[in-house]
Structures are given as structure tokens and as C-alpha cells.
């Protein structure tokens, strides 16, 4: 069964970077494309960002493009969000999700399993 796990979440000041990670376990990542969603309190999910099963492509929401970046480890079975100069409206829950396609990532109906989520939470 595959299981994937967040981690890295926080409370920090605006301006600073975090990182957060995701790990899969149950099967390898190299067979998904991953992606990033984050949810604030009253809206509805949001796309960060995601990258294809090669890690040869990439793509990141408007609100976070320049600042956030994702990368993919097969080896480790692990995904990263480096999130840079973090602003308030940065706040949310953070979760992974796996797809078995490289299409329309940006969709939440292409992925097929989704972890708990971490919550990151900037500070002005």
C-alpha cells in the first residue's frame, strides 16, 4: 500500500525559507509524478507545485513561482518544497500527492494517493 508522509512544517517569521519534504513508502517513487497542494482555513486546495516521474519537468502555481522549488530524490524515495521568502498568505496545510501520469499535474484528480499534510504557518 502506498503510504506518503509530510514533514518539515512550522511556525516562522515571514521572509525566511523552509523546507519540506515527502516521503513514499510502499512502492517506488520513480513510478509517480508528485505534486504539492495546500489548503488555508475557508479555501479551497491549492496547487504549489509538481514534477514529472523523470524529474524532468516542473511546475509551480503563480503565487509561488520564483520562490518555491520542488525536487525529487528516487533514490530515497523522498520529495522536497524549498519554500523562499515565505509570506503570510503562504499559510496552509501542506500535503503530497502521487499520480501515475505526467498530465495535468496541476489537477488534484490526476493523483492518486495523498499524505496527511504538514501545516506551515508564516508570521508577519
Known amino acids: 500500500q502506498v503510504r506518503l508522509v509530510e514533514s518539515g512544517g512550522g511556525l516562522v517569521p515571514a521572509g525566511v525559507s523552509l523546507r519540506l519534504s515527502c516521503a513514499i513508502t510502499?512502492?517506488?517513487?520513480?513510478?509517480?509524478?508528485m505534486g504539492w497542494f495546500r489548503q488555508a482555513p475557508g479555501k479551497e486546495r491549492e496547487f504549489v507545485a509538481a514534477i514529472s516521474r523523470s524529474g524532468a519537468r516542473t511546475y509551480y502555481g503563480d503565487s509561488v513561482k520564483g520562490r518555491f522549488t520542488i525536487s525529487r530524490d528516487n533514490a530515497l524515495n523522498m520529495i522536497n518544497l524549498q519554500m523562499d521568502s515565505l509570506k503570510p498568505e503562504d499559510t496552509a496545510v501542506y500535503s503530497c500527492a502521487a499520480g501515475s501520469t505526467d498530465l495535468y499535474l496541476s489537477r488534484r484528480e490526476v493523483y492518486d494517493y495523498w499524505g496527511q499534510g504538514t501545516q506551515v504557518t508564516v508570521s508577519s
Open positions: 510502499g512502492h517506488s517513487l520513480s513510478s509517480y509524478a
